[in-house]
């Protein structure tokens, strides 16, 4: 059965473990499940591709939560298009 939920602010704890101003940002979630994030911004002609990658200490964790992790990443981005749009700050 799909995930359903309704979109909801979760609290986090994570850390940067690795940023490289304009183009790499390494995140490591530490609360709840643990992963890596590592988003890579890549400059187009008209825009920016989202290089979005999780890593999971191991696979049956990820399976446990794929469908989740699919659905909360897809709220995230839809986030971050929508800041994007409006041409809202991170500060």
């Given amino acids: 059965m799909p995930w359903r939920f309704a979109r ?3 609290p986090n704890e994570s850390r940067f473990i690795r940023i ?3 183009k790499i940002f ?3 979630h530490l609360t709840g499940h643990h992963f890596v994030l ?3 911004l890549q ?3 008209h825009g920016t591709d989202v290089v979005w ?4 200490d191991n696979v049956e964790h990820y399976r446990r939560i794929a ?3 699919a659905y909360a990443n897809e709220q995230n981005l839809e986030r971050l298009a929508t800041d994007v ?3 809202k700050s991170a500060a």
């Fill in 20 to 22: 490289e101003a304009v």
């Fill in 53 to 56: 990658r999780q890593t999971f």
């Fill in 43 to 45: 400059p187009k002609t």
């Fill in 26 to 28: 390494e995140i490591e």
């Fill in 67 to 69: 469908e989740f992790v």
């Fill in 8 to 10: 909801k602010d979760y």
């Fill in 38 to 40: 590592t988003i890579e």
């Fill in 85 to 87: 749009l409006r041409g």
